[in-house]
């Protein structure tokens, strides 16, 4: 089974400050995704990556994924109340189809 | 707008009982999944399927049924419910291999 260990796993930031996550594994992803989680509902898509170095933004977050596609980052800068949630990395191996390999989750509180 | 339901968002089971969740998908998707969700732990697959009729073990199927009679509706069945089975029950759905996977709010099941 892939594992794929997020850190920090709790982050407690005050409202326009700066923040990493981090995604890491030992595996080789084809893809990964994040997704973004907040209380009551489900996992949404912020982002997916597909290849080593590749470098994304949306708006404030911006998306990293490793050279080798083992690891990856999220960062946020300036961030807001709104952005409080859930992350979870989840990455998609070689041979496993359609299924993905959740990673453990970041809870990320901004006060405001 | 796209939309997965789950038939219940709160439930509370005693030890032995069986228990269905059910979930909906209106988006025509041909794979559907079910997760739970444990803090610290992040999501972990407990069955998938990729066509009616048709179920995939992941990894953590102990204890665990599905069903897919239909397209649109996946159910995840506890034959008896154990009160390690207390969790957040999460149902997805996707296109396709390594697309983005739409979850539904959840299910909150408690085993007294």
């Known amino acids: 089974t892939q594992l794929l260990e997020q850190s920090p796993q709790f982050l407690s930031i005050q409202e326009g400050e700066n923040l990493t996550v981090y995604c890491n594994s030992s595996s080789v992803f084809s893809s990964l995704q994040w997704y973004r989680q907040e209380p009551g509902e489900g996992p949404v898509l912020l982002v997916t990556?597909?290849?080593?170095?590749e470098v994304k933004k949306l708006k404030r977050l911006t998306f990293q994924f490793g050279d080798a596609r083992k690891d990856s980052s999220l960062h946020i800068t300036a961030a807001q109340p709104g952005d409080t949630g859930l992350y979870l990395c989840a990455g998609e191996g070689k041979s496993s189809g359609d299924k993905l390999t959740f990673g453990t989750g970041t809870r990320l509180a901004v006060r405001p | 707008d796209v939309k997965v339901t789950q038939s219940s968002r709160y439930l509370v089971k005693r030890t032995g009982e069986k228990v269905f969740l059910e979930c909906v998908q209106d988006m025509d998707h041909e794979n559907m999944f079910w997760y739970r969700q444990d803090p610290g732990l992040g999501l972990r697959l407990i069955y998938f399927?990729?066509?009616?009729?048709?179920?995939e073990k992941g990894d953590i199927p102990e204890g665990y049924s599905v069903s897919r009679e239909k397209k649109e509706r996946f159910s995840l069945i506890l034959e008896s419910a154990s009160t390690n089975q207390t969790s957040m029950y999460l149902c997805a759905s996707s296109l396709g291999q390594g697309l983005e996977q739409f979850f539904g709010p959840g299910t909150r099941l408690t085993v007294l």
């Open positions: 990556v597909v290849t080593g170095g």
């Open positions: 399927s990729y066509d009616v009729k048709m179920k």
